[in-house]
Structure formats: C-alpha cells, structure tokens
C-alpha cells in the first residue's frame, strides 16, 4: 500500500573498448572491427495502491540502444562505415484488484517493438540495400481467483500473444547481385510481413473434502482451449525479379523472377478436459484421474493471384 520506483540507466563507454584493428587489415582495406557503437539502457518503474487494500498497478518502460560496427559496411552516399543500428522499447504493465474478500482479479501484460532500419548489413551490402524491420510483440492475460466455498475454488485464465515481423525493401530499385565479388546492391528481394496469434483459456474447479465422511479428496476438473494462427506474407520485389551479374556488376548473367506477393496461414486449436482425484488414506495416496485431449492443425482454403510474371 506504498508507492515505490525505480530508475535505472546503462551505458557502456566506447573508450573503454580496445581494438584489433592491425595494419595488416587496414591494408587490406578493412575500416572498422565488429565492436559496439553504441550502447545505452534506460528503465523505469512506478506501482502502488489506486485504492488501498482493494486496488493496486504497477507499470515500467525500458528502452535500450544497441548499435554496433560491422566489418566492410558502409553508408551509400559516403562510402564511410556506418553503425547497423538497433533500438529496443519495453513496456509492462501489471494490475490486482480485489473485488471482494472471496474473489481477485489480476492482469498483465507486455508489449515490446524492435526496430532495424538496415537489417541484413554486411561488408556485401551496403545502406541503400539493407532492409527495413519493424517487430512488435506482445504478451497479455488475465487471472480470476475466487474462493466459492470454504471447500471449493475456481481459477479462470485467458490469455493471449502475436507479433508482427515486417521486413521490406529500402531503396526502390532492382535487386541485384554480382557472381564474382558476391556484392548486392538495390532493393531486397527477401522482403515479408510473418504475424502470428495464440489465444488461449482454461479454467480449474477445485473441492477438497477434508474433514468429511469422503474422506481427504482434492478433487479438480478442467477445461482448457487453445487457438493459434500464422499467417505469412512474401512481399514483391521491385518488378518481381532479381538480376544477376559478373565481374562487378559489368556483365548481365540471369534473371530470377518472382510470383509474389502471395501469403500462407496454418492454424491450430487445442483442447481438452480433465478429471483428477488425490485420494489419502492414512499414508496411502492414490492419484486417479481422465484427461481427453484433442489436436487440430489445418489450413484454410489458400492460393497465390499469380501477380508475378
């Protein structure tokens, strides 16, 4: 019934940081080692009662920087090395309520978002070819603790997760790769949008018959159902194709094509339903019970449009 925080911050210097760097590899034309750029983390946190004794929250933030340097990659308009950057955000949140002296209800979740603005980066490839990703997750539920009976409790949950991994091309141009020097340069051809959902709830009614002529049983039956879905997306490329060259990009030597965009989805529900009775007689217990489960995973009616060449 107090309200508490905390505040924390991270940082790793970069003089701290030796590096390898030797003259060798310098003449060889490498810039930079694999080292951290950047790293930073900053997090706060705050809970305590809305309502004393009945209501109670808690939230936190954390954010962090992680940008680090590749060996050989380098920024299109410059030519000069460039970190490939990352950013984390996190949220949590948390809250109790206590509905009556028998009954509780609790929720939490958590939603994060990772961002890459050149994913892929490589000494092959450089700023103008790297990809853009965004990926937001989450994570959330809810709990409802009641005590019906001095001998009897039920506990309902229902929960939930997805994500959204979304990669795209950043330069709006042809994708192409070169056979001899392995360089890529354009817009990416890997470019796709992969979400998924799970949703799940079950619930548990529990008896105990201690003290009575049943003797000590602790009796529970449950039912749970689980629902998840993925569906997938192959985002186009530019014109559908990719080109290949040699000897630096000097000579044309083939051509992939590509049927996209298309998506996919599988899914998949679960349930089942139990009965189970802990039975002690003196020293002996016997643990007797049922439990029926059942597994689909299917896919809806699909195709491509054929929007590819």
Do not use: C
Not at 100 to 121: D, E, F, V
Not at 288 to 308: C, H, I, M, T, W
Request: proline share 4%.
């Amino acid at each position: 019934n107090k309200v508490h925080g905390l505040v924390f911050y991270d940082r790793e210097p970069l003089k701290l940081q030796s590096s390898n760097l030797s003259q060798d590899l310098i003449k060889q034309g490498v810039t930079n080692t694999s080292s951290v750029a950047r790293y930073q983390s900053f997090h706060g946190d705050v809970g305590g009662p809305a309502i004393k004794d009945k209501f109670w929250w808690f939230y936190a933030y954390r954010h962090l920087d992680g940008d680090n340097w590749t060996p050989g990659y380098v920024t299109t308009k410059t030519g000069q090395p460039e970190p490939v950057f990352l950013s984390l955000n996190n949220h949590a949140t948390k809250l109790n309520y206590q509905i009556n002296s028998k009954n509780t209800i609790s929720y939490s979740s958590q939603y994060n978002k990772k961002a890459l603005p050149n994913s892929g980066a490589s000494a092959f490839v450089d700023s103008d070819s790297t990809s853009l990703t965004d990926f937001p997750y989450w994570i959330q539920g809810v709990t409802l603790n009641s005590v019906l009976s001095k001998r009897t409790t039920l506990e309902v949950k229902w929960g939930e997760f997805g994500w959204r991994w979304w990669q795209r091309q950043g330069k709006d141009e042809i994708a192409r790769e070169d056979l001899d020097t392995r360089l890529i340069r354009g817009g990416r051809n890997n470019s796709f949008v992969d979400r998924s959902h799970h949703m799940n709830i079950s619930g548990v009614l529990g008896y105990n018959s201690s003290g009575t002529r049943l003797g000590n049983h602790n009796i529970r039956v449950g039912y749970g159902y689980l629902y998840e879905g993925a569906p997938y997306t192959f985002l186009s490329p530019k014109d559908n194709i990719k080109t290949f060259w040699r000897g630096g990009f000097a000579t044309p030597a083939e051509i992939e094509t590509y049927d996209t965009p298309f998506s996919f989805e599988n899914k998949t529900t679960h349930q089942w339903t139990f009965v189970n009775d802990t039975w002690n007689i003196s020293r002996l217990a016997l643990n007797v019970g049922v439990r029926l489960d059942s597994f689909q995973p299917y896919y809806n009616e699909q195709g491509k449009s054929g929007a590819g060449p």
